[in-house]
């Protein structure tokens, strides 16, 4: 079973292509829903609580990602630290679902791992599929959605050109979404056949 990590930046079509693949009947897993989840659970919010402290909690007691990203961005440690913590319950996660998947006859999994060079993931993945888009696009992107608050991300993370050098596949997100999918099927037809 291949595991294929499917990366890039911040709003640079990741989720397109993980949603294209679902669509064409591949097993695929977002490290983004993954944390979702861990946020929910309340084990990891009382840990989170302990290591940012309390007023990452809305009134209602639960976890406010705004404050977390606010937090991170203004203290490059406890960023490291926050990091370090998700990743390695992510990672663990990620593992139990692969030990699921393996007797199943499954050809591959693709996960987006948004953070896989910074996690120094890449050697865990058996291909790097990277997703890229001009920066100006991931800046509209981001408005668009309502998330500035995500731009200061776009510098502190490993440069896109740099993913791009160490990918074994790019896929443009520029392209139409029709494009990108036949792309995508041609590929599928070689790749788990």
Not at 10 to 37: F, H, P, R, W, Y
Not at 55 to 72: A, C, F, P, S, V
Not at 108 to 119: G, K, Q, Y
Request: glycine share 4%.
């Amino acid at each position: 079973m291949k595991k294929i990590a499917i990366t890039g930046g911040i709003a640079s079509g990741k989720s397109t292509l993980l949603k294209i693949l679902s669509e064409l009947g591949q097993v695929v897993l977002s490290c983004d829903d993954i944390v979702q989840n861990l946020y929910e659970d309340d084990q990891t919010k009382r840990e989170l609580v302990k290591l940012l402290g309390e007023d990452i909690l809305d009134q209602d007691g639960r976890l406010n990602r705004r404050k977390i990203l606010e937090k991170i961005v203004a203290d490059p440690i406890l960023k490291k630290r926050l990091e370090n913590f998700i990743h390695e319950k992510v990672w663990a996660y990620l593992e139990r679902r692969f030990k699921e998947y393996e007797p199943m006859g499954i050809k591959a999994v693709f996960v987006e791992v948004p953070l896989l060079f910074e996690a120094g993931w890449e050697y865990r993945f058996d291909e790097i599929w990277v997703v890229s888009c001009q920066m100006e696009t991931q800046i509209k992107r981001l408005l668009e959605q309502g998330r500035s608050h995500h731009l200061p991300f776009i510098d502190k993370q490993f440069p896109l050109e740099e993913k791009v050098k160490k990918a074994h596949r790019v896929f443009s997100s520029e392209v139409p979404i029709t494009e990108l999918k036949k792309e995508v099927e041609k590929i599928l037809s070689q790749f788990c056949n």
